[in-house]
């Protein structure tokens, strides 16, 4: 299981790209194989890691698609192989340590 960012930006389309932003979501409502979640800055997805790949090259190409003719991905990685890691539990993990102060090292 992995969990990765992604910011897929459309080069030279103005000001507000929440048009791309949107084909590209759509590719993700599409399917139910990747756990996402739409932030700010990124989104955040969780799953396999081949599924991961194919639904970043299927977002690009919806974004290029709804008319970007240039398109730069940046993609972050958290492939834990030692032990399932889920999006919540990383939020959760630094929520407990925002309880408990003295937890910050563990």
Known sequence: MAIA????TPIGEGISVSRFVAAAQEVLRGQDRVAH???????TLEGELADIY??????????VAAGARRVSTVIKIDDRRDRPARMQDKLDSVEAKLRDPG???N
Request: aromatic letters at 4%; proline letters at 4%.
């Open 37 to 43: 979640r739409l932030d700010p800055m990124f989104t």
């Open 103 to 105: 937890r910050a090292g």
């Open 5 to 8: 960012a992604v910011s897929i």
């Open 54 to 63: 194919a639904l970043i090259q299927a977002m690009q190409e919806a974004v």
